[in-house]
């Protein structure tokens, strides 16, 4: 072999290994653990990368927390590296995922940068379905985290009398700021009558419809003023102290009142619907925004107190 056909043999082998290493030699492909979904829950997203072991890459968007506008990351556990041998190594990466927005959401292809190139994977569609309602259980206070058991006395210092005073203050003017000023209440100017349960309920309904919360995109807001009308309008009328109840709790006891039992399961329709928006995110429909109001107004209604005729009273004593 002459010296110029060994040349050029040489330059084809060194152009053939240059190719090889080049960042065009990579595959990259993306799954899902499941193509349905739940709101709220989490899946993997799993992404597999088969490249040379001595070639170096990374993610652009590593440091973002949502694939779309829809699909936000969860968690980023490590990732997994597998030798193929011939210099060839698997990256095996996943992505914890979940969606709070029911519906069907494209993941375009994720682009992965290797030796100044840019490979994508392939492209996915996540179908996201919502909460069923009727199932919702209602949503529990966490448990309080138990606390070593002290002596006060030991932590008490010569003068404990004045921080004592002092506290008495602070939780007397805490107390008078829930109690008046947040509610916005005076307690140096005369207090007006209110207006008895049932006419403050419909009055409140019918600011809060005038409001039009739901209409322009409040619907956590919209639910949070129904629920806590219907809070105030049960303490009130019933002497039952619903504002500081759970749902599951209202519920319960009004099933054991004749006079809401009948009604009972409108409210709890209403107060299941209010925690999905509330604490799930979740964004119901028009229509349910409008029958949660008319149940709402219903219940009140039901439960209106019955104001004997003085006809009936004197009929009544004969």
């Known amino acids: 072999m002459s010296h110029r056909v060994r040349h050029i043999v040489i330059t084809a082998v060194l152009l053939a290994a240059s190719l090889a290493a080049w960042g065009g030699n990579v595959t990259f492909r993306a799954k899902l653990d499941s193509a349905t979904l739940l709101m709220g829950k989490t899946t993997a997203l799993h992404l597999e990368i088969t490249q040379d072991k001595n070639a170096r890459g990374f993610f652009p968007g590593e440091q973002l927390d949502t694939l779309n506008a829809m699909i936000e990351i969860a ?8 030798d193929l041998g011939n210099d060839r190594i698997q990256i095996n990466r996943d992505l914890i995922i979940q969606s709070f927005d029911s519906g069907m959401w494209v993941i375009k292809p994720i682009p992965y940068v290797v030796n100044g190139d840019t ?3 392939n492209q996915l569609s996540l179908k996201v379905l919502p909460v ?8 529990n206070d966490i448990k309080p985290v138990e606390q070593v058991p002290f002596r006060l006395l030991d932590w008490l210092p010569d003068y404990w009398w004045a921080w004592l005073l002092a506290l008495l203050l602070i939780a007397a003017g805490i107390w008078i700021y829930h109690k008046y000023y947040k509610r916005g209440i005076n307690p140096l100017k005369p207090v007006k009558k209110r207006l008895p349960p049932y006419e403050e309920a419909i009055l409140n309904l019918q600011n809060l419809k005038a409001a039009q919360l739901w209409q ?15 809070r105030v309008y049960i303490d009130r009328r019933f002497d039952i102290n619903a504002v500081e109840m759970t749902s599951s709790q209202i519920i319960d006891t009004l099933k054991r009142n004749d006079e809401t039992r009948a009604v009972n399961e409108q409210l709890e329709m209403i107060l ?3 925690d999905i928006v509330k604490f799930a995110n979740a964004r119901p429909l028009a229509d349910d925004n409008e029958v949660a109001y008319q ?3 219903n219940f009140v209604e039901a439960t209106r ?4 005729q003085p006809e009936k009273k004197e009929e009544a004593k004969k």
Not at 75 to 82: F, L, Q
Not at 132 to 139: A, E, F, G, P, Q
């Open 75 to 82: 968690g980023r556990p490590a990732a997994d590296t597998t």
């Open 119 to 121: 490979a994508f994977s």
């Open 132 to 139: 069923d309602v009727s199932r919702l259980k209602d949503i």
């Open 216 to 230: 322009r995109g409040q619907e956590k807001e919209y639910f949070t003023g129904l629920t806590d009308i219907l």
């Open 272 to 274: 299941e619907i209010a």
């Open 295 to 297: 149940r709402a107004v």
């Open 305 to 308: 107190p019955v104001i004997e």
